[in-house]
């Protein structure tokens, strides 16, 4: 397994990743087809990522193949650039083979070397895998979004986690 920044290269490997990790799992924003198939939004967004300094897009290989992602949004203002919220993804066939812990680490060591001092993310409450990697990395529920979202006609909360680095 290699575990990488993104560069444009990587574009359309990248937006595929995307797109059919949202088509087998409910535990992603987009659902399965909502989010049109768009390499030139995933290529405007590595290239926006790598010039803010303190966003990054990092990608596990397998096999030569793309297996996850894990992106990290850093603030824009002065009083929060000291933060990144988190999204990540794994390929179905590649879940629970430590990709996600491969990806936080590296995602944290970058974080300690640009100096952010804080991660945070939300996930669904009944998503146990995705608590149970997450509280493992660190991260500790902050709060809970009551409906957040509404995924298949029926309301769902979120937790709020957050890591100190």
């Given at each position: 397994?290699?575990?990488r920044?993104?560069?444009e290269r990587d574009t359309e490997k990248f937006a595929q990743l995307i797109q059919y990790v949202e088509s087998t799992t409910k535990f992603m924003l987009f659902g399965p087809g909502e989010r049109k198939y768009n390499p030139e939004a995933?290529?405007?967004m590595i290239q926006a990522f790598t010039a803010e300094g303190n966003s990054t897009i990092f990608l596990a290989e397998v096999d030569s193949e793309l297996a996850g992602y894990i992106i990290a949004k850093g603030g824009s203002a002065v009083r929060n650039k000291?933060?990144?919220y988190l999204v990540i993804g794994i390929k179905e066939e590649h879940r629970g083979k430590g990709?996600?812990?491969k990806l936080f680490e590296e995602l944290f060591r970058w974080g300690k070397e640009i100096q952010l001092h804080?991660?945070?993310l939300t996930v669904m409450t009944d998503n146990r895998a995705g608590?149970?990697?997450y509280k493992k990395m660190g991260f500790e529920i902050e709060g809970t979004k009551k409906d957040s979202l509404v995924v298949d006609g029926q309301y769902k909360d979120e937790y709020?986690?957050?890591k100190i680095l």
């Open positions: 397994m290699n575990i920044q993104a560069k995933q290529r405007k000291h933060s990144a990709i996600g812990t804080r991660l945070e608590i149970a990697l709020y986690m957050g």
